[in-house]
Nanobody, 126 residues
Framework: LQLVESGGASVQPGGSLRLSCAAS????????IGWFRQAPGKEREGVSC????????YHADSVKGRFTISKDRAWDTVDLEMNRLEPEDTAVYFC????????????????????WGQGTRVTVSS
């Protein structure tokens, strides 16, 4: 199984983007799906994660109120809606999947990720 991201682009500060993650074949058969990002010269960090039920989500403090993670009913895709983008959001965004018991567990500890996507680049610049 491979995770395929899409939606990365260059936008101006204050703009919006929607990233999407899908499995290469079939539904996303994991307990938690999430988005991580890695900016140049920085460590990879968890941004937003969601449980298979969709009832539990986790967002890093740096994106709370601006980013929203969601999944479709069939667990085929997981989207990350990003609003009021800032230059500090510039990074490569990776979709990730795992069997951790909660979205917060996976988003705060990347060792719990079982599968990584290849990444999609987001650049926020004027």
């Amino acid at each position: 199984l491979q995770l395929v991201e899409s939606g990365g682009a260059s936008v101006q500060p204050g703009g919006s983007l929607r990233l999407s993650c899908a499995a290469s074949a079939g539904p996303l058969d994991y307990h938690v799906i999430g988005w991580f990002r890695q900016a140049p010269g920085k460590e990879r960090e968890g941004v937003s994660c969601i449980s298979v039920s969709g009832r539990r989500t986790y967002h890093a403090d740096s994106v709370k109120g601006r980013f929203t993670i969601s999944k479709d009913r069939a667990w085929d895709t997981v989207d990350l809606e990003m609003n009021r983008l800032e230059p500090e959001d510039t990074a490569v965004y990776f979709c990730a999947a795992g069997f951790r018991t909660s979205p917060q567990d996976m988003c705060t500890d990347a060792s719990g990720v079982d599968v990584w996507g290849q990444g999609t680049r987001v650049t926020v610049s004027s």
